[in-house]
């Protein structure tokens, strides 16, 4: 299977040499100009998936590094600064987040969440629904991976919760049956779940990054707080509105209580490993929680947590090693937010932000705001990753709103809920869709106008029920 398209990449770098040799705008100083192009080439190669993220990451670096475009007439400072977004505590963060999952997936202790949740709340199909997606939001703090969490926790619990029930993905008339409903329920509750902590979901920290670059402070309390009150109603409501406009044909589930019984009969007692993660899960939740009493940030506190596993051998070095998700995010992250922020440092985002603000004529930010959030969420369509995504516009938009006097934070925290959000329009649109798609329950036009319908309630909720929590405990 080749890892390079010649034709993709071919239009990937024709586009990179346009923009390169196009007349610099007036205000936007050549390193600027060209630094976007190269970035600019990077997300299109990422979207027409011309080569994998970390060969089009590691051709930027080369490039951004060969043309000195950081430290001009300095090439060893230019590799350096080219190179920064390695030692950036946010790209660790993402990282550790994977090892973190790890240990959550081999010692069990998430299958077993999941399976009590089931036993509590599984005698229907509604209250199954909700119980899966329970575990799911009691884990996404402590595994800010949210394609290991769905796709390594939720997802085959869920597959096997259907086929138990009857529906195959090899016979198309079983799908209804219960299949279908929990495959589009549990990826759209990981959505949510993965909005309201900044350990949700891989890109949240990279949110709060471009956030402090433009010198605004969103914390892991700061974020929970604001996102708890719409992420609880979307998680309330969007199982009752799927279960009412796409009903499963099954209604009652009295045999699910039954199975989850016998999977945890099987898993036995709580094993050493697990109660060593169980208490690493706490330690986590209460750093990240007061962590700013302690002068903590999110990631020393992942690191603790990380190290805790180390030494209790929950987790061994080889698992570290053998973590090759983990270590290719942390490759394309970094130059990713490298770029972006450098981009951001050498003024091309406020020549933009300054260039769409002049363009919308003064708007009032009241109407500015909603346009801003509705074009982030919309234009997902167009990305097959949601990092590459926020890479691309999160800070430009945030910068304009910012110039048309939307507060930094709102907007801020905001974009960084529809980061999450967005990934109900595609089955591309976020880590764990290609997961549960390619499960078979959902046909590819049913999971887009379903996706479409669920995600336009979902940017409702935050819009409304979001911006008035936030004005009421001031989060901005």
Known sequence: ???????NLGITLLV??????????????PEAWHLFAIFVSTILGIILKAAPMGTMCMVAVGLTASFQLLAPGEPGKSITLSLRGFGDKVIWLIGISFFIARGFIKTGLGNRIAYIFIRLFGKSTLGLAYGIGLADLVLAPAIPSNTARGG???YPIMKSMALNFGSDPQKPETHRKLGSFLTLNCYYVNLIASSMFLTGTASNPMCQKFVADMGYSITWMSWAEAAIIPGLAAFLLVPLVLYKIYPPELKKTADAPKIAVEKLKEMGKLKVSEILMLITFVILLTLWITGDLFSMDATTTAFIGLAILLLTSVLTWE???????????????????????SLNEL??????????????GGIHWHYAFPLIVAVYFFSHYLFASATAHVAAM??????VGISLGVPALLLGLMLGFTGSLYGTLTHYGHGPAPVFYGSGFVELKTWWIYGLIIGVILLGIYLILGTSWMTLIGAY
Do not use: H
């Open 1 to 7: 299977m080749k890892e390079v398209s010649i034709k």
């Open 16 to 29: 990179g040499v346009i923009i390169w040799f196009c007349p610099i705008p007036e205000g936007v100083i």
């Open 152 to 154: 390594g926790i939720i």
């Open 319 to 341: 698992d570290i090693k053998s973590e090759k998700g983990a270590w290719d995010t942390i490759v394309w992250f970094a130059v990713l937010v490298m770029m972006a922020s």
């Open 347 to 360: 003024g091309f985002i406020s020549w933009f932000s300054e260039l769409v603000r002049n363009q919308m």
């Open 394 to 399: 999160y800070a430009a938009l945030l910068a």
